[in-house]
Each structure stands twice: as structure tokens, then as C-alpha cells.
């Protein structure tokens, strides 16, 4: 058989050109893939942040820090409300010492400038009225001042007596001009409950008991005055 120089005949295909080219269409599919995956999941990422940003925002602004002193329902850190909670902006409460009396805006006190003594709050029952400018000073050491007027249920007083006993950093009292018959404060924070039983009290005891709002963490409840200064 003779082949005619005037007609080429036909090329084998060249496989390794077509590898060649698989090869990239490969390379270029999966790297389209790689990049559509890194795209949606920075998406989610994007997502899941503005999500948490306006859950924040949203946590605080119901922190209820009002200057006034306006009534609120704060949750705490076991996810209860407190109902009835009054809170007060502490970057405007004094905290200076001073010598001489302070006339507060509330009352009980929930901060402001102070007496540089303080009352011990180690679990402390006293049977006699605080002078208000050592009272505060041991909120500004992260205690809870539980106090009762003359309307309170005697019952729920001694209940009250007891647990204050066995919870440092606490202090109880009477107190004649309160409007609830018993009242609990920390600094910048406070609520009138119904009684010793009331869920509020462990509630309050939970979140101000040295919580986030003191002012001078670790500082102590000890060391200070035992007993009412005449």
C-alpha cells in the first residue's frame, strides 16, 4: 500500500496535551470550589458577629442604669428577673471621704462620698441604726446592707438575721426613714421585697453580693467598725 505525498493523513491526537488540559480544568474547578466555600463561610462568620454585637447591645441596654433612680427588671446571672430593681448611674455616685455627714438622694444610701471607716459587713447583724456614711462605704466594698423599719414582720427579720450571719460581705440593720418595710442595697443598686422569703432576696444576694458593680473589688469587710459610733 502506497501513501500519497499530496494527502497528509491524519495526526494521532496527543494525549498529553488533553492531560494537560484536564489537568487545569481540574485545578481551575477546584480552586472555584475552595473559594465559594471561604466566601460563605466568612458569610456565617460576618453573620454570627452582628448577631452577638446586637445581643450585647440589647443586654445593655437593659442593665437599667438610670441617674434617677427609675424602677427596672434586671436579669442576673442565673437568667431571673429581679422585679422592682432601682439602679443609679455609679459614675455619678460620690466616692470621696469625707468628715462630716452626706446628704443622700435615697434612702437607704446606695453610694456616694463616705466616711473613711467603714462598718464591718463579715455576716454582721446589728441591732441598732448605721450612721449612712459608714453603711455606704461598705457597699463600695461590694456588700449587700439588708435593712427594716419598724413595719417589718418580726419573723422575717430573725430570717433575715440568719442568713445574713452565714453570707460575707453582708450587713443588716434598722432603718426608720425607708418606704419598704425591708430593703436591700448594694452600691448603685436596690429593692424593696415583700418579706424572707421573697425570690428577690436570693436573687439580689446572687448578682451584688461583691458583683460586678462594686467599686473596689477586693477590699475588705473586716477591720473596720464593730459597733455604732456614738
Known sequence: MSFDPRHPQPQAPDTRARGTRNRAIAIGLAAAVVAGLVTFGSYLLLENSEANEKSDDASAAQDGKHPGGHGDSHENATGGTIEGLKSWDAAKLGRNHVAGPVDYP???????????????????????????????????????????????????????AERVKRTPFTLMSPYAGQEGAIMLSAWGKQVAVDSADDERVDRFFAQYVQGAQTPEPGAPCTGGLASVPR
Open 106 to 160: 435615697m434612702k437607704p444610701p446606695v453610694g456616694g462620698d463616705h466616711n473613711p471607716s467603714w462598718m464591718n459587713c463579715d455576716g454582721e447583724v446589728y441591732e441598732k441604726a448605721l450612721p449612712d456614711v459608714n453603711a455606704v462605704h461598705s457597699l463600695e466594698h461590694g456588700a449587700v446592707w439588708v435593712t427594716y423599719n419598724d413595719t417589718a414582720d418580726d419573723a422575717d427579720v430573725a430570717e433575715l
